[in-house]
């Protein structure tokens, strides 16, 4: 924080005290800031009414606050599904969505402009990485979909969206402390879920923090060889490497892993495929979404018909109990699963 302008909107309230004694102002200052930014979500520092306009004048030489701007918002007709197509100043623009379910309303939130890992099935991966967002930007983003939802609160977050969130670790571990602390958004970290295409030593430094947020897993494929076909990272990180950090995660987190397993006809939907899953499943004692495939332009797979998704689910649940049948959200606006984000089970 020392070399660099700092992001108001990235700073733990620890972060924003030592600011405010830095410029010789009481303490309780710090929390007034943490109010205006998290809780009333302002976009800059002139909307902070109570503070003394030399503070503010300070405060606007000394660090930066975050911003974006809404360019388009698309409401789903067939749900409640809304997705926001969000714009940084340098350009970068990113798509975060609110999910809505009754009580629930769920942000699912991008960590990356783009995407370095190159899915076979996935619109983001297509984009190819153009850049990390920084933790006032992924803070900004979770802001942008509470004033859309307000006076509703968004109580749950999902990290799936565009990028890999385990691949901008640090960003991401400074927002989820944000938004899940008293003084910033108060979102429980039992209502979070990361989830991953597999990067296993950030599964396990993700189990070490000591929070008791939800994993889950991008699986897709039950064998090495048609995983490190779909997803190149399985390459780098094999299932097997794969499945011990998994476990490791259960253990010591003590949360039950999700495994995303999105159905492509003729590819990994066999009934042999679903037994191999079942084995997997039962072994990490994990539940199991299974998404039928939202086609996207230009990528050559499609989902299977309604007999082969349910012969696979009832394959699936004689060894794994918990199985979800996702009917992927939003579909008519590109907001489902592999175009850009799913909705996993978070209680
Ligand atoms: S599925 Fe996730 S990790 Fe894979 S390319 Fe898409 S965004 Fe990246």
Redesign the pocket.
């Known amino acids: 924080m020392k070399d660099h302008i700092p992001d108001l909107k990235g700073m733990l309230l620890s972060e924003l005290e030592e600011l405010i004694a830095e410029l010789g102002q009481p303490r309780y200052r710090a929390d007034q800031m943490a109010g205006w930014l998290f809780s009333k979500g302002v976009q800059d520092v002139s909307e902070m009414k109570n503070l003394p306009n030399e503070l503010k004048a300070a405060l606007d030489s000394k660090a930066t606050t975050a911003r974006s701007k809404v360019v388009r918002a698309e409401r789903s007709a067939i749900d409640d599904t809304e997705k926001l197509l969000l714009e940084y100043p340098d350009g970068a623009r990113i798509e975060a969505v609110i999910l809505t379910d009754d009580e629930r309303h769920t942000g699912c939130i991008s960590t990356q402009v783009g995407?370095r890992?190159?899915?076979r099935f996935?619109a983001?991966?297509a984009m190819g990485f153009k850049r990390n967002l920084t933790p006032g930007e992924i803070v900004e983003q979770i802001l942008q979909l509470q004033r859309r939802l307000s006076p509703v609160r968004l109580n749950n977050l999902v990290f799936m969206g565009?990028?890999?969130p385990l691949d901008n670790y640090i960003a991401l571990m400074r927002a989820i402390r944000i938004a899940n602390a008293p003084w910033g958004l108060a979102i429980g970290a039992r209502r979070m879920t990361v989830s991953t295409?597999g990067i296993v030593p950030g599964i396990r430094q993700l189990a070490g923090e000591g929070l008791q947020i939800n994993l889950a897993i991008?699986l897709n494929a039950p064998t090495q060889k048609l995983r490190a076909h779909l997803?190149p990272?399985a390459k780098r990180y094999p299932l097997g490497e794969l499945l011990d950090a998994l476990k490791y995660f259960t253990k010591t987190v003590g949360r039950l892993i999700t495994i995303e397993y999105v159905l492509l006809k003729g590819v990994n939907d066999s009934l042999e495929m679903a037994t191999m899953l079942g084995r997997i499943a039962e072994d990490l004692l994990a539940k199991v979404n299974l998404i039928g495939y939202n086609e996207v332009e230009g990528v050559a797979y499609a989902p299977p018909d309604d007999e082969s998704f349910a012969r696979f689910a009832a394959r699936l649940k004689q060894q794994c109990p918990t199985v979800v049948q996702r009917v992927s959200r939003g579909g008519d606006i590109a907001a489902g699963c592999?175009q850009l984000c799913v909705l996993p089970d978070v209680k």
């Open positions: 995407c890992f190159g899915c996935c983001t991966g565009m990028g890999e295409v991008s997803m990272i592999g």
